[in-house]
């Protein structure tokens, strides 16, 4: 509170009300996070945001790089700094910059994870959550989240739901949390880099936050930074394939969607589970509250792989003991052939190993750089010239051209070796054995 002349008494506005003494994390990419806003220390206290805590960033990837353990929240905490020194250093003063969106573009950025489950998009495509749908639920429902975001109005966590929903009218603001080069990526192309302990997702950031500039719709690039952006692009593209796509990371996610996939197969049969799920059968009934799905964390899950690697059920148990004793599957690339598929899926059941849950083949495919076709839902980069006009980045740059619209896909397939070697039928097993050298 604070006095106003007389004795007439006003309400500091909450969301611009500031702490009586800035708050800083250390971070190792940004050095120090500093959180000088009310709103935003509210936010971070929260039981929702904390929970964060427990989801990893990287879900399965520690499989691959042992330091990848880090968390969604300081991946959360990174994109919020960086969203507060593009609105704070180089956006404020500019004409098209207003800054009483300044909330609003902090706390999206913040909030934008809010709703990834454990293991993240492993998670979602077995029991076919949506995180950004979850984020939004977490936001506008009754949370403690919720509760902080209406003290700045009660329309407030609506839109914050709609900057990350892509579909709120400030289109400025949506491009800094959601584009092709946007505060998320910048965030965890350095982060990923640097506890995966490679030094492909480094970049120039300094540079580009320099020469962003807000614009009516998006924000504009300076032409003279192009060449920080083609750092930042071929960033992207090399951690994809070098680090996101690693065949041994992705050997981790097939197990683990397998262990999900028996557990619930096994859940709708009615099986009695030794330990009972009971934090997971939301999920494997289809009927998702917001509790449940605050309260399901990678602990949890983690508690529950343990448990089953001592069920009754024999693949349930060999699953869970492979994926928590890191015993994956052997790959190998693959052209994607149907046919191919088929032989070896027809062949392993023969041989007394269910394909269902020991043969998998898994793609995946990324697009680094996409512009505005028919098509593509991509908004395209724009680099401000002197000039004041605008030109998309493609057309100026030789190497961004090279890759545009260029969708990279990659198979792998994924078997358990020593069963087919333990296997008692010999030409079945060599029948297999040559199917797989074929596509080595």
């Known amino acids: 509170m604070r006095r106003n002349g007389g004795n007439r008494v006003t309400q500091e506005a909450y969301g611009t009300k500031k702490l009586p003494e800035e708050k800083v994390f250390k971070d190792p990419v940004h050095r120090y996070i500093h959180v000088s806003d009310q709103l935003i220390w509210d936010l971070i206290k929260t039981k929702e945001f904390q929970r964060l805590r427990r989801i990893k960033q990287l879900g399965t990837l520690y499989l691959s790089f042992h330091t990848a353990e880090h968390s969604r929240f300081g991946h959360s905490l990174g994109v919020y700094e960086i969203v507060r020194r593009m609105v704070d250093e180089v956006f404020d003063g500019r004409p098209s910059w207003d800054n009483k969106d300044r909330p609003l573009a902090l706390c999206a950025a913040l909030l934008h994870d809010l709703g990834h489950g454990p293991f993240s998009h492993c998670f979602e495509k077995i029991f076919l959550t949506d995180h950004e749908a979850f984020t939004q639920l977490i936001i506008k429902g009754d949370t403690e989240v919720n509760e902080v975001l209406r003290r700045v109005s009660p329309d407030f966590p609506t839109e914050v739901a709609e900057v990350i929903n892509k579909t709120h009218e400030n289109k400025l603001v949506i491009s800094m949390i959601s584009s092709q080069i946007d505060a998320d990526r910048m ?87 030794k330990e009972k799920p009971k934090y997971l059968i939301p999920f494997f009934e289809g009927d998702v509250s917001i509790e449940d799905y605050i309260r399901l964390d990678e602990t949890v899950v983690m508690y529950y792989l343990e448990e089953w690697t001592e069920e009754g059920d024999q693949i349930l148990s060999d699953l869970s003991k492979r994926f928590v004793n890191r015993d994956l599957f052997k790959y190998l690339p693959f052209d994607g052939s149907i046919i191919t598929i088929g032989e070896l899926t027809d062949l392993f059941e023969k041989g007394g190993i269910d394909p269902e849950y020991y043969f998998v083949c898994d793609s995946f495919s990324d697009l680094p750089y996409d512009y505005d076709r028919p098509g593509s839902n991509r908004q395209p980069i724009h680099l401000l010239q002197k000039s004041g006009h605008i030109k998309e980045i493609s057309s100026q740059s030789v190497i961004i051209h090279s890759i545009t619209g260029i969708k990279r896909l990659d198979y792998k397939l994924y078997y358990p070796k020593e069963l087919i070697l333990e296997m008692e039928d010999e030409d079945i097993k060599g029948d297999i054995i040559n199917l797989l050298n074929e596509l080595v």
Request: proline share 2%; net charge positive.
């Open 187 to 273: 965030d965890y192309l350095q982060r990923d880099a640097y506890f995966t302990g490679v030094s492909y997702g480094q970049f120039d950031m300094e540079r580009v936050l320099r020469l962003m500039r807000p614009s009516k719709d998006e924000v504009l690039i300076k032409e003279s930074g192009m060449h920080a952006v083609e750092n930042f692009l071929m960033s992207r593209y090399q951690m994809y394939w070098q680090i996101y796509f690693h065949p041994v990371s992705r050997g981790g996610e097939v197990l683990l969607n397998r262990c999900f996939k028996r557990a619930k197969a096994l859940y709708d049969e009615g099986y009695s589970f």
